[in-house]
């Protein structure tokens, strides 16, 4: 974990995650804004589905230590493929992926490559956030969590934030989940506080086309 952990920046404060980009001028602009994740979503069902707007070779021509792919109840060999491909420094599994898919996927990708695993939150009680943490954290590098949804995320809604102090939580986490400039101020109640937010809907004129100066107003207030 410690050569993967090189990937990222080299500072300790609040990093930020866009994702659901899918156009290469945004993505530019977010890359000399020095945007700490970059986030392409590999799932056909996503109205941000990158494939309908870019192609792994571009994506692996993107100059950047962030790009991260997400992929909801794929297959192994898809995901490991479109790793290598896109030149993706992170996986994160979206779905229902078990500890046991985890272990497998570790053994096709890249040594370097971190995963990200996906705790969905919804009507569970801290004593089952629990259970699935202590299940899966030492077969990935980081936690993200997020509202749950049929449509596995961009729903633009937040969860209780106050649940996660309810757990351990062993791993750097990204914070997802309806996160905007309104409710930003609330990060405060956290007492383990995230490795970085992870942005999406909030943050869009429309799917899949961000309103970067909302961005970078973010940007500049959490670092």
Known sequence: MM??????????LL???VCGLTQLEQIE???????????????????????????????????????????????????AETAEKAKLNFIQLHG??????TIELRKKIHPETGIIKVI????????????????????VDYFLFDTDSRTFGGTGKTFDWNLLNEIEIPLPYFLSGGISLE????LKILK????????NSRFEKEPGIKDLEKIKFLKNNIK
């Open 183 to 186: 409710n930003i101020d609330k």
């Open 15 to 17: 990093k930020l995650k």
């Open 120 to 139: 969905r939150i919804g009507n569970q009680i801290s004593d089952e956030l629990q259970q699935i943490i202590n299940a899966n954290f030492s077969t």
């Open 29 to 79: 602009k977010l890359t000399v804004m020095k945007t700490d994740f970059l986030g392409f979503i590999f799932y056909e069902k996503s109205p941000r589905y990158i494939l309908n707007h870019l192609n792994l070779k571009q994506i692996g021509e993107i100059k950047h230590r962030g790009k991260a792919g997400v992929f909801v109840n794929e297959s192994l060999e898809r995901i």
């Open 192 to 199: 383990q506080n995230p490795l970085a937010l992870y942005i």
């Open 3 to 12: 050569e993967r952990q090189k990937l990222l920046p080299e500072n300790d």
């Open 96 to 101: 229902d992926e078990s500890k046991d898919f």
